[in-house]
């Protein structure tokens, strides 16, 4: 990083000295110098000193991170949705005068998938930081994360010849519109610079359209095809196929013990459907035998797609999955065949060890008015939360839907089925149907829950009774329409703690025209009734339209949000909505 120093009055045209509190200094002159940065991360300040007066100086303050990368949803396997490596963006100048938008990607479809950054890729010899986003086109991006204006390094369609992504009509169902591609975010494997994801295509027979669903592994470096990919995602249980068609591949990819997790649920509930989990090898991108269903005796029962809102499958250190169902039939019966069950508005812990298998479970008591009233608990996603080795129940999981309340579990134990929900450690009451994946830092927990005059809250966790305090210890001022907000938040290790979350001042549904501008929020993490700053405050920091249970990705001093194009909503009656990616960050001094 170059500096200038100009100083007023100079007499002499003496200049100035340099210093910095860590990392180095080279190249100075009177008037610049270039700075270095350290090898670990944190805050550092570089001061310019008059020479004519030493009383005079300016600084610099500079944030450093060492975060290596946002490669999954909601930053880690935990889904804990926590960058504590953010060392630019504090509580004192994310503020109106000092934080702003400063550029923005476009790109040829909506992004509902949540934007991923990796620090330090080499392409054509130079070393960017990277941002990858991908589109309901079918089309993959890699942004320069820093440049402005926009950069991009490289783009791929991953449509095949005679091939088009797909649209909401064809599928009935306006949840995703206009146009279906690319929906789960995706996951990168850092070891081997690949990024993973589904597509979506359908290719026009002669009379009715083919609809398909790819694994693809893509080289980070320049988007080619790789591990012989891409492979069409296919598989049968109990005489029931996958349908590329029904099925709808929402919920983020996960990539545990050598293998990523596809997850699938359905276009608006229409039926006949199941829930599908596939396993593919990372290294080949094969699958046998790593495919469950939680509805195994479909068509007898129905349903339990993972959809999540968006949410990816949390894992553990033992590699046990973790992932929540919708509406569905719950019948447990053997004991012998637990992938012949049905596990409707479930949370499930799936052992990964030799194919996928229940391995334990929790259904609300109630499951069966859940069904049948479209409660789906599969509404939200579930989060592993951080290890109590000197709590009461040392390994915990959160987690809750549609009927408003989190269930707090036992990893070691789920709860099953019981009269009263006697099996499980907490059950949260957030006051709003859960469309979300909350955050967990410093022992706070925060979500926004949808409908209504819900806020975003932050529940605080007690290490000695192993539970959470009720109600909840601080709420955002603003309210939150549907479908609430999954936060992400910014720290420096355990301060300066930031919640970020995107809201919609609309009633935000999948169709084009109907969520109106993404707002961008920031609140004091300690007091979520301090707001920091927000995006609707000015004109310039304005974003593009909403897109439904999107999540904001924090890293190395920018935020970065995915939309549907401009917030003026010109090209929103379109089936060819344009896209971009609103990044926020420091203004420039």
């Known amino acids: 990083m170059n500096f200038t120093a100009t100083v007023t009055n100079d007499v002499g045209s003496a200049g100035v000295t340099w210093s910095a509190t860590s990392g180095s200094l080279s190249g100075q002159t009177t008037t610049t110098a270039t700075y270095t940065a350290p090898g670990l991360g944190g805050a550092v300040t570089v001061t310019a000193t008059s020479i004519a007066d030493i009383t005079k100086s300016a600084s610099a303050a500079i944030g450093v991170t060492d975060l290596a990368g946002v490669y999954t949803y909601h930053n880690d396997n935990n889904r804990d949705g926590v960058n504590a490596q953010e060392y630019a963006l504090t509580t004192s100048n994310v503020a109106s005068a000092t934080f702003g938008k400063l550029f923005s990607c476009p790109v040829d479809g909506a992004v509902y998938a949540q934007p991923l950054w990796v620090a330090n890729v080499t392409i054509s010899s130079v070393k960017h930081n990277v941002l990858i986003a991908v589109t309901q086109h079918d089309t993959v991006y890699a942004f320069d994360a820093d440049a402005s204006p926009c950069q991009t390094l490289w783009a791929k369609s991953l449509l095949l010849t005679n091939e088009t992504y797909g649209q909401s009509t064809d599928v009935s169902c306006s949840d995703l519109a206009p146009d279906i591609g690319i929906v789960g ?14 597509t979506k295509t ?4 002669t009379t009715t359209f083919v609809f398909t669903q790819r694994i693809h592994a893509l080289s980070l470096v320049d988007g080619s095809e790789k591990f012989g990919g891409p492979t069409a995602i296919a598989g049968t249980i109990n005489g029931n196929s996958f349908s590329a068609f029904k099925n709808n591949q929402r919920a983020g990819l996960a990539l545990v013990n050598g293998k990523v997790y596809v997850s699938e649920a359905s276009h608006c509930d229409n039926g006949a459907y199941q829930g599908w989990v596939f396993g593919y090898t990372a290294s080949d991108l094969t699958v046998a035998p790593d495919v469950f ?3 195994a005796h479909a068509p007898t029962s129905v349903e339990s797609g993972i959809w999540m809102s968006g949410g990816a499958p949390a894992s553990d ?6 992932l929540i169902t919708g509406n569905g039939t719950f019948d447990v019966t053997s004991t012998t065949t637990p992938n012949h069950d049905d596990y409707g508005d479930s949370i499930l812990k799936l052992s990964t060890s030799t194919g996928i298998s229940v391995a334990d479970y929790f259904a609300p008591a109630n499951f069966g008015s859940l069904q049948s009233g479209d409660t789906d608990l599969g509404s939200g996603g579930t989060a592993v939360l951080v290890d109590q080795p000197g709590g009461p129940v040392p390994h915990l999981l959160i987690g809750g839907g549609k009927s408003q309340i989190l269930y707090l579990l036992n990893r070691d134990n789920l709860g099953q089925e019981k009269t009263g929900d006697t099996g499980i450690v907490q059950g949260v009451t957030v006051g709003a149907g859960i469309f979300a994946t909350p955050v967990f830092w410093n022992n706070q927990l925060y979500i926004a829950g949808a409908f209504g005059t819900t806020t975003l809250q932050a529940f605080t966790f007690n290490p000695t009774t192993g539970k959470f305090t009720t109600p909840a210890g601080s709420h955002s001022g603003d309210t939150y329409s549907f479908p609430g907000a999954t936060p992400s938040l910014s720290a420096s290790g355990t301060t300066n703690g930031i919640v970020w979350a995107l809201k919609t001042n609309t009633y935000c549904t999948g169709q084009a025209t109907s969520c109106g501008p993404a707002v961008l929020r920031a609140y004091d993490a300690t007091n979520l009734g301090t707001e920091l700053w927000h995006s609707d405050a000015s004109a310039a920091d304005g974003a593009g339209n909403a897109v439904k249970f999107t999540v904001p990705t924090i ?14 909503g010109g090209a929103a009656s379109s089936t060819s909505t344009p896209g971009e990616i609103d990044v926020y960050a420091l203004k420039p001094n």
Do not use: F
């Open 185 to 198: 975010t995706p996951m990168i494997d850092a070891a081997t610079s690949t990024i993973y994801l589904v």
């Open 202 to 205: 359908k290719t026009p027979p």
């Open 293 to 295: 269903t939680p509805a």
């Open 317 to 322: 250190s033992a590699n046990n999955v973790y």
């Open 555 to 568: 890293a190395n001093g920018k935020v970065y949000v995915g939309t549907r194009g401009n917030n003026t």
